[in-house]
C-alpha cells in the first residue's frame, strides 16, 4: 500500500491517496481545488475506485461530486452522516465558507464497504465528537484522524453533532490504537503529519 499527501490550500483540508487493492482518495477539499488535485492524483494513477470522507465537513466534502463524476466512483462516509451529505444540511457547515453543497451523485454508507477496506488493508476506527460521524483509518502503520487529532491539537467540538466528552474519548481510543498497533505517524486533515513520538495526546487531553 502507498499513500500521497496532496495539501491543502487555505482552509481546505489535506486529501489523501491511497494505492493498493483499490485506489482510494480520502477526503477529496473543495470544489476551488478540483483541478489541481486532479492534476496531482493523474500524475499518479488514472483510475479511482473509491472517495471516503472522514466526516461530512464542507471542506472535506465540498469537491465529493466532481471527483465522483469524473471517476466515477462511489463516495462513502460514515451512516450517521450520509443524510447530511446528500441533502447538504447545516451539519456540513457549507454555509460557514459561503457555499452551498452540491451532493455527490453517489453516497455509500461505511457499514455496507468497512469489510472490503478491511481486505485492503484499510481499518476504519470510529472517533465521533467533532462530528458525531467522524472517523479515523488504519492504514498499515498510518492513522488518517481526519480533524479529530492534528500534529499540534485536536478538531473542534463546538460544531453541530460535536460533543467534547466524547471527544475526548475518540482521542483515548486513538492513542490505544497508536500503541497497540505501532502507528509510526499521524496523518491529519490539516497541516503537516505527526510522528508518534513526539504526539503527546495526554497533554492535549490535560488542555481540553
Ligand atoms: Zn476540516
Ligand atoms: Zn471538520
Redesign the pocket.
Known sequence: MRIYKIEGRGYECNKYLILGRKNILVDPGMPEGFLPTLERIEGIVKDLDLIINT?C?Y??TGGDYLFQEHFNAPVVIHDLEVEALRRGSDVTLASLFHSKMVPPGEVVPLGEVVEELRRCGIEVVETPG??RGSISLICGDYLIT??TLFAHGV??WD?PTGDLETLKSSLLKLQRVIQERGISEILP?HGENAPTHTLDIESLLLEL
Do not use: E, I, N
Open positions: 466526516h465537513h471542506d472535506h467533532h462530528t481526519g480533524d478538531g473542534r460544531f486533515g
